[in-house]
Nanobody, 114 residues
Framework: QVQLVESGGGLVQAGGSLRLSCVVS????????MAWYRQTPGKQREWITS???????SYEDFVKGRFTISRDDAKNTLYLQMNSLKFEDTGVYYC????????WGQGTQVTVSS
């Protein structure tokens, strides 16, 4: 059974940093991309950043220069380093894995106080 479990969310002041982790367990064939999404209050879930199997990364404009995606294949873990956090970054953050099937974590809450 495949599971994605996020952690690292919490309450932080504006300008602060958090690092989210997403541990992947289970056997998965043909992974091609892993990504982070978020759902902020009153909005639909939106894509933030992704990393391909080859290591190519891409970011949504509103996080460029502030957030960094990375992964540790030995630990089966995806990371999201978030710096210079803003109030509008508040929301639930989800990791996702895209292969022959798509998998999602349960989300971790990030709250940025102004």
């Amino acid at each position: 059974q495949v599971q994605l479990v996020e952690s690292g969310g919490g309450l932080v002041q504006a300008g602060g940093s958090l690092r989210l982790s997403c541990v992947v367990s289970g056997i998965i064939d043909n992974i091609h991309t892993m990504a982070w999404y978020r759902q902020t209050p009153g909005k639909q879930r939106e894509w933030i950043t992704s990393i391909t199997r080859a290591g190519d990364v891409s970011y949504e404009d509103f996080v460029k220069g502030r957030f960094t995606i990375s992964r540790d294949d030995a630990k089966n873990t995806l990371y999201l380093q978030m710096n210079s956090l803003k109030f509008e970054d508040t929301g639930v953050y989800y990791c996702a894995l895209f292969s022959n099937l798509n998998y999602w974590g349960q989300g971790t809450q990030v709250t940025v106080s102004s």
